[in-house]
């Protein structure tokens, strides 16, 4: 699979880089304060020490325009797609080390909410740049930028995303997507999630960009 970077031009699809913003502070507790599982990933929506980062009025003014917001994580180590997620905002991710993105577009999801998995691109963000994630991509966990390197990210987002969703009676075809409160998700049949009772509708192969890493390595 070919790995571009968030700084081509193809990028400006799914989302940009945020310019003019030092997150030095953030990712050193980051680094310094959350776990990275060295056989998996781990999410948190929200973490107490990344939210009291001087960073955290920054995000929330600056990029968000005042709205509440939460900062929180997601570590390990992951070179499979298995799922596609999307919100109804903008997504910011930062990784204390460099990290690839598999991305799509929510414009490309069929009716019946299949998506072809060669629909899928692949982005490498560097160390340290805030990459915005528009609400219409599709994506899910970073996967590592050389094989076995792991990966610490923080991902900020509306407050409350990402934690226990509505109880919901299906008014339409979206309510059997929603996995998590502004997280609607389709899976790959390959997918953990999918065994977990998420929406199955990936088709084609689910992505793995290990080999992609090794040829480069």
Not at 76 to 92: A, F, P, Q
Not at 102 to 114: K, M
Not at 126 to 132: K, Q, T, V
Not at 155 to 164: C, D, S, W, Y
Request: with cysteine; proline share 6%.
């Amino acid at each position: 699979m070919k790995i571009q970077s968030v700084y081509d031009e193809a990028f400006a699809v799914y989302g940009r880089v945020l310019e003019g913003f030092d997150f030095g502070s953030l990712l050193d507790t980051l680094q310094d304060k959350t776990p990275r599982p060295d056989d998996g990933v781990v999410y948190v929506p929200g973490d107490a020490a990344l939210e009291a980062d001087a960073a955290y009025a920054v995000l929330r003014d600056h990029v968000y325009g005042g709205m509440p917001i939460q900062i929180g994580y997601c570590n390990g180590t992951n070179t499979k797609l298995n799922c596609v997620e999307y919100h109804r905002d903008s997504e910011i991710d930062i990784g204390a080390q460099d990290f690839i993105l598999l991305v799509a577009r929510q414009q490309d999801i069929a009716p019946d909410h299949t998506l072809d998995t060669g629909k899928v691109e692949a982005f490498l963000a560097p160390a340290g740049a805030a990459i915005e994630l528009y609400a219409t991509t599709l994506h899910y966990a970073p996967c590592d930028a050389k094989p076995q390197a792991g990966f610490r990210v923080v991902i900020v987002l509306p407050e409350g995303t990402n934690t226990e969703p509505p109880a919901l009676t299906d008014l339409h075809m979206d309510d059997r997507l929603l996995r998590a409160r502004n997280k609607w998700l389709i899976a790959h049949p390959d997918a953990a999630e999918a065994q977990d009772g998420a929406f199955v509708g990936l088709t084609g192969e689910n992505i793995d960009i290990a080999p992609a890493l090794c040829a480069q390595a």
